[in-house]
């Protein structure tokens, strides 16, 4: 069964940081490019970064840009987001997505996404 | 990056069509796709590439672009299909966009 099991959502202040884990199974890892989407309580879904199969493309919204993070460990089948000088506006459920596609070492951005976790919070408050 | 536009809510009765515009200038140029948020719940994916439905979507639901405009029809609604729904599609500098959802209420 293919899964994706998000980890790593805590309470943080304002300034601090977090990584968040997603972890991967029932399919070949490094052949889909991995994003991130999340969606703050009560609003809508908010696409945040993603990273290609292959690792060496990654792109992210205006929104984290230059504050966050995104890398992959193929040897763990493990996405993660590295997220820094957190604020209130970050305060999110942080969803793992995989694309329906096979895009090779495109980031695959016209795929949609079929498989999903169930997400981790993560609170930025003091 | 341009922006994706849906109605914020929607009210149908039980067996009537409900249809979901989500509105872009580049949706001409993209293919949209369309998910299913019930509360508490992660998004599940209903159409793609337009108009494509994956297995396991039941046959109410479809897909239909029109220039700058995509429509997710429901047909013969259920108080199943309660939930929020979003579009997507994607820009030039392959970023991802959603829409900003529509609330569909089930009389």
């Known amino acids: 069964e293919v899964q994706l099991l998000e980890s790593g959502g805590d309470l943080v202040q304002p300034g601090g940081s977090l990584r968040l884990s997603c972890a991967a199974s029932g399919f070949t890892f490094s052949n889909y490019a991995l994003s991130w989407v999340r969606q703050a309580p009560g609003k809508g879904l908010e696409w945040v970064s993603v990273m290609s199969g292959s690792g060496k493309v990654a792109h992210y919204a205006d929104s984290v840009r230059g504050r966050f993070v995104i890398s992959r460990d193929d040897s763990t089948n493990t996405l993660y987001l590295h997220m820094n000088t957190l604020t209130a506006e970050d305060t999110a459920l942080y969803y793992c997505a995989r694309p329906l596609d096979l895009c090779g070492s495109s980031t695959c951005s016209t795929s949609p996404f079929d498989v999903w976790g169930q997400g981790t919070m993560v609170t930025v408050s003091s | 990056s341009y922006e994706l536009t849906q109605p914020p809510s929607l009210s149908v009765s039980p067996g009537q069509t409900a249809r979901i515009t989500c509105s872009g200038d580049?949706?001409?140029?993209?293919?949209s796709s369309w998910y299913q948020q019930r509360p508490g719940q992660a998004p599940v994916l209903v159409i793609y590439r337009d108009t494509e439905r994956p297995s396991g979507i039941p046959e109410r639901f479809s897909g239909s672009p029109s220039g700058t405009t995509v429509t997710l029809t429901i047909s013969g609604v259920q108080a199943e299909d309660e939930a929020d729904y979003y579009c997507q599609s994607s820009d030039n500098n392959d970023i991802v966009l959603f829409g900003g959802g529509t609330k569909l209420t089930v009389l």
């Open positions: 580049a949706l001409p140029k993209r293919f």
